[in-house]
C-alpha cells in the first residue's frame, strides 16, 4: 500500500458517557466557545455501539448505542469540524451477536456455525480428544503459541441436540446457569408440582452461590438429577467475546459491511483493535503471525480504501520486536505507546536523551504517529523493551505504583510486565507542572496527539472506581466520569486552562503542518523541539533538571 496522508490535528480520546453521561453532553462542550480550535478530531470508544462487555470492546453489532448517543450527535461532531475516529475490532465478537445466537438456536443447521472458529475442526489430526469433548493440541503445535488467559482458550456451547461443541475464545467468557420457575419444570421435564417446587428451591438456591450442575446436590430427588441437570445445561445462558474464523466468507461479508457502516457514520479513522489475534494456524505463535497479520492487514486496508478510510492498527509488542517498524514501512499509522513511559522515565532520570532518541526515529524514517499521555488503558511497560533498559523500566513501575499505581500482569505471570494502571497525572506524582511539561512535549513530538479526556482535567487515581468494579477493576483507577457541570468548573483550574491554550496553539500555529521539519536536540536535562517550514517557527525548550518549560 501506499503511505496516507493524515490530519495531525489534535483528537480528544473519551467515551460517549465520560463527560456529562451521553455524547450529547460532550458535544455540548466541544460546541463552547472555550473549547474553540482545541480539537481536530475525537476518539469514540466503542461502548458508543450496542455492546455488552469490556467496556464496549465487546461488541453485538456496530448500531449506535440507543442509551449513550445518537446519529444526530455524530452529525453535531462534523457540524463543528470534528473528525471522527472509531473502532472495528477484527477478532470478535459478542456471544449475543445475531450470528453466534443463531448457533446456539440452530446448532449444525446454522448458516453461521462456521463463522466462527470450532476448536476441534481447526485441530482436527493435531491433537487427541479429550473425554470432555474437546481436542488436546499435540505439544509441538502449542508450546510456542500465546494466550491471553490460562489453559486452552474454549468456551464449550450447547448445540439443541445436547452435543456440547467448543469454540475458540480468546477473551472473556462466563457461562450462566439461570435459575428455575417449578411450572417450566412440570411442563418440559414431567415433574409433579409439589416436587418442581422442591427442586426449584435447591437449584436456586445452589446457582446462586455459583455452583454448576454437576455440583449440585439432589439426595432425595436422585431419580431426577440426570434430567435436571441435562436440563440446566440447554438452558445455560453466556457472556464473552467469540473469535471470528476469517477463512469464512460469511466473516468477509461482515466485515465489509461494518466498514461500509463506519463510513456511513463519517468515520475518517478506523482504530483496529486485536486484529494481531485474528489469523489463527496450528503451531504458529497465535499473536502477529506472519505472513497471515500482515496478509489479513491489506485485504482489510483495500476495503478500507474504497470508502476513504484509514486505518489506525492497534498493537501492543516490544520495542525489540520492530513491528512498529514493519507497520510503518507497510504505510500505516502508528501507536505511539512508547511516549508515555518515556516520558516519565524523563522526569525520573532528569535527562531526555531516550526521548530523543525515539522522536529522531519517528522523524528520519517518517513515522506517522498517534501519540499520548494516558488512555483506557494503562500506561504502556511491555512496548518499552529493548528501548529502555530493563532497570530503567523497573524504576519507571517502582515509581508509579508508589503514586499509587497497579501494575497488570500478562495473564498472571508476574515476571511479564504489560502495563501499569494510573491517570497520567497521579503517575506525575500529582505534579501540575509535570502535567503541563508533559502536555507540552506531546504536542511538539512528530505525530497526532491524542488526549485522553481525564488527562485534561487532571484526574486523579479513582481507587473508588476500583472497588466498585471488583476483581479486574483495576482499568477503572483511570475512567472516572464526569458530570457536566464538573467539567465546566473544571474548565477554570490553572491546569486545565494551560492545556486548552496550548492546544488550541497546536491546532492554530502554521508551523504545526504535515510537511514541517521537526528537530529535537537533547543535552543531558535541557532538550529543545522545534517545528518549522516556510511560513513559520515554533519551539519547546524545555528543562528535566528545574521542570520548566517555555514554548516559543
Known sequence: MQTKKMSIGAMLNAYPDSIGGRLSDIVDLLDDEKFKDVFRSIYLLPSVFNTDLDRGFSLINYEISETLASKRDIERLHKINIDLTMDFILNHISVLSPQFQDIIKNGEKSEYKDFFINWNRFWEGCGTMTDKGYIQPDEKYIKNMFFRKEGLPILMVRFPDGTDVPYWNTFYQKVIYNAVDPLKLVRECGLQYETAVRVSEIINSAVASGKTPEDIDFTGFDEYADKLRDYLQANRSYLGQMDLNIK???????????????????????RLDAFAYA????????????????????????IASEHALTLLPEIHASYGEGTYKVLADKGYMVYDF??????????????????????????????MT?????????????DLKGLLPEEDIQNLIDTVVKRGGYVKDLHGAKNVYYQVNATYFSALGESEQRMLMAR?????????????????????????????????????????????AEARELLDKPVVKKQLEMLRFRN?????????????????????????????????????????????
Open 338 to 367: 512508547f511516549l508515555p513511559g518515556l516520558l516519565i522515565d524523563a522526569f525520573i532520570r532528569k535527562n531526555g536523551s531516550y526521548l530523543k532518541k525515539w522522536g529522531d526515529e519517528v522523524i528520519n524514517n517518517n513515522i
Open 440 to 484: 507540552a512535549i506531546q504536542l511538539f513530538m512528530p505525530g497526532k496527539p491524542q488526549i485522553w479526556y481525564l488527562d485534561l482535567f487532571a484526574g486523579k487515581n479513582d481507587y473508588e472506581a476500583m472497588k466498585r468494579a471488583g476483581a479486574g477493576g483495576h482499568k477503572e483507577i483511570n475512567r472516572t466520569n464526569l458530570s457536566l
Open 248 to 270: 469464512s466468507p460469511l466473516v468477509w461479508d461482515y466485515y465489509k459491511d461494518t466498514l461500509k457502516k463506519l463510513s456511513d457514520y463519517g468515520v475518517s479513522i478506523v
Open 508 to 552: 492554530t500555529c502554521p508551523a504545526f503542518t504535515e510537511d514541517a521539519k521537526v528537530t529535537i536536540n537533547c543535552d543531558g536535562s535541557k532538550m529543545s523541539i522545534v517545528w518549522a517550514n516556510d511560513k513559520a517557527t515554533a519551539g519547546l525548550y524545555v528543562d528535566f533538571e528545574l521542570e520548566t518549560y517555555e514554548i516559543k
Open 279 to 302: 489469523p489463527k494456524e496450528p503451531g504458529l505463535r497465535n499473536f502477529l503471525n506472519d505472513p497471515g497479520t500482515w496478509d489479513l492487514l491489506q485485504k482489510i486496508d483495500d
Open 370 to 382: 498517534v501519540n499520548m499521555l494516558g488512555c483506557h488503558d494503562g500506561i504502556p511497560l511491555l
